[in-house]
């Protein structure tokens, strides 16, 4: 089961070897070369399951959790570990990619994205700008993640109405949570795959057992990525074909970045307290465009810290925050076109009180504040003030064999636009984003589920919740052409707070080292905002329904380039599905350990006045996989099936279905004082096209052929 082995922080910091402080700094300083040869621990140890803190703040081991939630870390993680977060969590029950080429890919959890799904670092936001629009990046490289948590379905109470649809946190331990002794350290080194990467990471931690530091950094060069034949789909190219025909490499696909942190934290009798630095550069080619690059950049400050054992009233309190100052550039043709810069920081502080009765719980207040602006001629959107304030309460009852929980949240949402901008050509003399304006906003949501003890290692768990959420400022103020998506993106400034009920159920076996868990889920939305094309056309300076008298898609008067039209608007829609997944233990003994996996998942999600689908809903999936372990060697075979989808939105192609094959070998060297070995990833072995339907770019993008890369993995 995902997340059961991983690497106990606390054991492994206890058993370094000892050192003073001064060694420490100077070692912490020279070590960045070992980032090529030391290795990640690839053994069959089981260790305590996780603590898992992003869907309960008590801290809940898998098995308690009401949410279904996964974990991926250790083994886990190492086998899924990709470029990017998108592409990391592709495949788990009920998660997709967005999959905007090789280098710009967020979550879709459950057929829901973008502002539905709260991204963390550390539990706080990532204070990016990814879910406005599927061609930003997120600034969080998986190469130096410990863990990365991910809850499925509604977690509002705690992370807002943008958490309707899931929760995805990441996790380095940049600020150090517990007290480290000695030295300790993990690289990894690749070169090969898909996009011909060449790539490194090193995480350094090392402490006098009260003051603790951490240290990484990393760098990935990428080239254009090798496809099985085509770019454009079959059906698109029949529907609209082109002269040149892109094919075996996808043009504009290649990447360049690196980043890293320092962090330090200080612990005493009953607690921490720390601070981190951490940058993020990238550049990479949008692959929508073939002369459009994004230069992206992102420097972040974070603090947390925690005490526990302060009283009977208030037993624990946990502060976390951030700021983030973000900016990226879109170039055209060697120049810059739009300048996007978000700076905004976000705190909560967390208070476990003591028991009332038979209640335990959390008390929250988070606060947050972002300020956006776009720059350039094809900026579509004004200067954007949003700030919030939120409390929340969470609250467990254990009951016998059952166990509880309930709670509620209210926020206060502010948006400011600035207004003004060019002049709109379809009324000349009113700025295009129209007068300064505040929308405010107070949605409220609630939760109330309970965990079940069915004896026999089996438990069933279910979860009713309402969510309202806030439009964004995308939702409501934008107005220009928006290369991403093809589209000229209307907002409407009158929308209303989106509102949600949903059920969650879930049946979950455990016993020994076997382990298997369903799911179903259904949510009804009485105000789904989205983006739907309105028939009309705009020309790229945002004339409306101009003249083009020769069908090159070329306004006669203007020159500007054709655009469809597509206005933010709400619709009453349903999303319902199911999940599955199971880990069996088929074999251990004196040749080894023979781990067997699956997983399937299946959504349905409709406009509810119309019956039509909604867009870029994943079909079916199902996995099989198999895990080996004798010795020094170490193999994983994953078979991966993705359906057809027919069931297809307006103005949508229908996606065939594929089939996928990996595998992973690795063997452990016999190093003194650390553990390092080599893996062989192979990758699409048989060369299938893939193109997820959840992804924009599917019917021009294409995922990577076949491929093999290499690498070095350790730990010291």
């Known amino acids: 089961m995902t997340g059961e082995i991983h690497m106990n922080r606390i054991d492994r910091c206890r058993a370094a070897r000892p050192v003073t402080l001064h060694r420490l700094v100077l070692a912490l300083a020279g070590a960045f070369p070992l980032a090529t040869i030391a290795q990640q621990n690839n053994d069959n140890t089981a260790v305590l399951p996780p603590i898992v803190v992003t869907a309960n703040p008590l801290g809940s081991d898998l098995l308690d959790l009401v949410s279904p939630t996964s974990v991926l870390a250790g083994k886990e993680l190492f086998r899924r570990r990709a470029s990017t977060l998108g592409e990391t969590l592709n495949g788990l029950p009920g998660v997709a990619s967005s999959d905007f080429g090789p280098n710009a890919s967020r979550p879709v959890i459950r057929g829901l994205d973008e502002n539905r799904i709260r991204l963390l670092q550390n539990g706080v936001g990532t204070l990016d700008v990814s879910a406005l629009s599927p061609d930003h990046a997120v600034p969080v490289d998986p190469l130096v993640v410990d863990r990365i948590e991910v809850v499925r379905g509604a977690a509002a109470l705690m992370y807002g109405g943008s958490a309707v649809g899931g929760v995805v946190n990441s996790i380095d331990n940049r600020v150090p949570t517990a007290a480290i002794e000695g030295f300790t350290g993990r690289a990894e080194a690749r070169l090969g795959g898909a996009a011909n990467e060449r790539s490194g990471a090193v995480v350094l931690e090392g402490g006098d057992g009260r003051l603790a530091l951490h240290v990484d950094g990393y760098r990935r060069i990428t080239d254009d990525l090798s496809i099985p034949g085509y770019a454009r789909s079959d059906r698109l190219r029949e529907q609209s074909p082109q002269e040149d025909e892109p094919r075996d490499k996808l043009p504009n696909s290649d990447s360049t970045s690196n980043g890293g942190a320092v962090g330090a934290s200080v612990t005493l009798d009953h607690g921490y307290a720390g601070l981190s630095y951490s940058g993020f550069n990238t550049d990479y080619g949008t692959v929508a465009e073939e002369d459009v690059r994004i230069r992206m950049k992102s420097n972040r400050w974070d603090l947390a810290s925690e005490f526990s054992d302060l009283g009977s009233v208030i037993s624990k309190v946990r ?76 609250e467990e009852m254990p009951a016998g064999k059952l166990k509880l929980t309930f709670g509620g949240r209210i926020e206060n949402v502010d948006i400011d636009s600035a207004g003004g901008g060019p002049d709109d050509v379809n009324a000349p003399g009113t700025p295009r984003f129209g007068d300064p304006q505040r929308r405010s906003f107070t949605p409220a949501s609630g939760a109330f589920g309970g965990l079940y003890d069915l004896g026999g290692g089996f438990s069933a768990s279910a979860n009713l919740s309402h969510t309202e959420r806030a439009p964004t400022y995308n939702e409501l103020f934008s107005n220009g052409p928006h290369v991403a998506t093809g589209q000229y993106e209307v907002g409407d400034p009158n929308l209303s707070r989106e509102r949600s009920n949903g059920i969650d159920a879930q049946l979950r076996w455990k016993q020994d080292k076997h382990s298997a868990s369903i799911s179903a889920y259904y949510t009804r939305f009485a105000n789904y905002i989205a983006l739907y094309n309105t028939g009309s056309t705009r020309g790229s300076d945002g004339e409306l329904n101009p003249v083009d008298a020769d069908g090159d898609g070329i306004a006669d008067a203007s020159g500007a380039e054709i655009l469809p039209e597509a206005q933010q608007r709400g619709v009453r829609a349903r999303f319902a599905g199911l999940e599955a997944q199971g880990m069996y233990r088929a074999y251990e003994g004196r040749n080894g350990v023979i781990d067997l996996r699956a997983m399937a998942d299946y959504i349905r999600a409709s406009n509810v006045d119309t019956g039509e689908p909604l867009p870029r809903i994943s079909p079916m999936h199902l996995g099989v996989g198999a895990d080996y372990g004798f010795g020094r060697w170490g193999a994983s075979v994953d078979v991966k099936y993705g359906a057809a989808q027919r069931r297809v939105a307006a103005n949508e192609l229908p996606t065939d279905d594929y089939t996928v094959v990996n595998a992973v070998f690795s063997y452990a060297l016999p190093v003194h004082g650390a553990t390092l070995s080599a893996f062989l990833k192979l990758n699409n072995l048989f060369d299938a096209e893939v193109r997820e339907h959840s992804s924009v770019l599917k019917d021009i993008a294409p995922q990577g052929g076949r491929s093999a890369m290499l690498g070095m993995q350790g730990t010291f």
């Open 319 to 394: 502060v976390r925050a951030a700021y983030t100052d973000y900016q990226h550039r879109e170039i055209e043709g060697g120049e810059v076109g739009t300048i996007f810069n978000n700076k905004g920081w976000e705190a909560s502080v967390e208070a476990t009180h003591g028991a009332i009765g038979p209640l335990t719980g959390v008390i929250g207040l988070q606060l947050a504040r972002n300020d956006f602006n776009a720059l350039g001629e094809e900026a579509l959107l004004p200067d954007i003030r949003t700030r919030s304030q939120a409390g929340y309460v969470y």
